[in-house]
């Protein structure tokens, strides 16, 4: 197809005039790259791999053509196509998304996730539905209860893959398409490409079209989507550092990451006691909190959100500006997904990272997988800051110009210019407006040391990692480590990456909070803080390892 031929609208692409019309009225004006590549295979038929970052328009690539598909009239109560999303959130977004698309076909869209009352979803159900959006755990429950039947499902859609196969959802999402009638079209959907999404790909799909969709390049002279920095600040500056950048860079609304529940809510306090409106997110809240706390992000009631990685998985929210790692993320795919998030509809988003001076090799390893070069900046000093808030006094000032609705304080300036100068007057008013949007001057006296980069810690192959098999280098002790007993071993078939990806699923620990991991026959033993141990136990009962509900409970005996 030449760029002539492309097509430009979704008429062009051949959708349903129900379709069409609904894109119409909520401002949909033309498809995006994915939309213009992914519709016209899965319109017939064809099972797709598409590589395409966060905010690309996938949602509306795979849920048109399911939409598309649906019969007119007479459809039966069992669902003709499954959606698979890592989160409750995003299945809620996906949800939402189709049932709007589809308002004029009547389409009967359903989610299902936890931390959702079971019986609304039953009823839903036994009613009838035609496309169930849902996260793996729920999904495999339904389908086990007999309560979600997949004999009438032609389309199976696996939205950010990685994400799930990064959340331990391998052996479920396995379970699922094992269950889906074989002749069946498959989509598969990641922001990354790394080789256990690709094996999925190979065993499940049925020579399928191949998109991959690179971030649009920036011309050259023009800002780029998202401007990449990083500050080198030791651990006991960073709260102070993090909100200096913050004061300095001024976001709309921002995503701080954090690695424990413990940070997500220590930072929350620290930056509210500094002015700013900030809303914590993470694994100890319920849903009707978490509900409120985005509900209070996109209603711009707050500005700031600290989360955990897995808490904030599948959030989008429109006016997001900055995206901080508060932590240098472990992996560079989770890297990738958090500044997806920013820089969207051709504004700039602005990604931000603090690491502490061990972990600047992490910065290099992410550069080298990205292929984009993070800046690594000195933290603002107290001048520049200052120099900033002169700027944004200015600007107001300037928009209060332009304006020009101050008539009525004209007699105010009457009776001071009988006794001052006019300059000294209009250096007055501005003194005032500084402090009455910026604070007064004085704070943040000290600046804020930066610290040098350093080698990382070093790892050892130790016995953990012999004995477990592990494919990873594993941890030395620490001395604040608990050791937790996990009922399944080699035997099982378990494996690191396993117990890596069950903690960091289920719990607020990320992959770096992990310490050794010891594999035996019958059973594991894996090191966490101590602080987090009865959360990673708590958690792991609640959940399945390899597919099977494992004794959990921490080890009495002394770390090594």
Excluded: W
């Amino acid at each position: 197809m030449t760029a002539a031929d492309e097509p430009t609208t979704f008429a062009d692409l051949a959708l349903r005039e129900e379709l069409v019309g609904a894109l119409a009225s909520l401002g949909y004006e033309e498809p995006t790259p994915i939309q213009r590549e992914a519709i016209p295979p899965l319109l017939e038929g064809r099972d797709l791999l598409g590589q395409a970052a966060t905010g690309t328009g996938k949602t509306a690539a795979f849920a048109l053509p399911l939409l598309h598909a649906l019969e007119k009239r007479g459809r039966g109560s069992a669902p003709v196509a499954l959606v698979l999303a890592p989160t409750r959130e995003l299945a809620m977004q996906v949800s939402e998304a189709t049932h709007k698309y589809g308002r004029d076909l009547g389409a009967r869209v359903l989610p299902v996730y936890g931390g959702q009352p079971i019986g609304r979803q039953l009823r839903e159900l036994e009613r009838g539905v035609d496309i169930v959006v849902g996260t793996p755990g729920r999904v495999i429950d339904h389908i086990n209860r007999g309560t979600l039947k997949l004999s009438e499902v032609r389309t199976v859609v696996l939205d950010e893959a990685d994400e799930m196969l990064d959340m331990g959802f391998a052996e479920d999402i396995e379970a699922i398409l094992e269950a889906a009638p074989g002749e069946r079209q498959t989509v598969l959907f990641s922001a990354t490409m790394p080789p256990r999404v690709d094996k999925i790909a190979r065993r499940h799909l049925r020579n399928p079209v191949r998109i991959e969709i690179q971030r649009e390049q920036t011309p050259t002279g023009e800002a780029p989507q998202v401007r990449q920095s990083a500050y080198v600040v030791a651990r006991p500056h960073k709260p102070a550092a993090l909100g200096r950048v913050l004061d300095v860079e001024a976001p709309e609304a921002a995503i701080v990451f954090c690695r424990t529940r413990e940070e997500v809510d220590s930072l929350t306090e620290t930056l509210n006691g500094r002015g700013y409106r900030a809303e914590a997110l993470h694994g100890g809240l319920s849903q009707e909190q978490r509900d409120k706390v985005m509900g209070r992000l996109r209603g711009r009631t707050a500005d700031l959100l600290v989360a955990t990685d897995v808490a904030a998985r599948g959030l989008d929210v429109d006016h997001l500006t900055h995206v901080v790692n508060y932590n240098v993320p472990s992996a560079p795919e989770a890297y990738v997904h958090r500044i997806g998030r920013v820089g969207r509809a051709g504004r700039e988003g602005v990604a931000i990272t603090l690491a502490e001076p061990r972990e600047h090799r992490m910065l290099k390893t992410i550069e080298r997988a990205t292929g984009q070069k993070i800046v690594v900046e000195k933290v603002p000093t107290v001048a520049d800051l200052q120099a900033r808030r002169m700027e944004l006094t200015r600007v107001a000032l300037h928009e209060a110009l332009i304006e020009d609705q101050f008539e009525s304080y004209r007699v105010v300036l009457d009776a001071l210019t009988d006794e001052y100068d006019v300059v000294q007057v209009a250096l007055a008013a501005i003194k005032l407006a500084h402090e009455a949007t910026t604070g007064p001057a004085g704070e943040d006296a000290e600046d804020i040391p930066t610290a040098a980069p350093r080698p990382e810690t070093s790892y050892s192959d130790g016995p953990a990692a012999k004995r477990g098999g592990a494919e990873r280098p594993v941890r030395k002790s620490r001395p604040d480590a608990a050791r937790v007993f996990i009922g399944l071993g080699r035997a099982a078939g378990l494996r690191p990456q396993d117990v890596v990806g069950a903690i960091t699923g289920e719990s607020s620990l990320s992959g770096r909070d992990i310490g050794s991991i010891e594999i035996s026959d019958r059973f594991a033993l894996v090191e966490v803080p101590s602080a987090a141990a009865d959360e990673v136990v708590q958690a792991l009962r609640k959940t399945k390892i390899k597919g099977r509900k494992a004794t959990v409970r921490l080890d009495q005996g002394p770390t090594r």
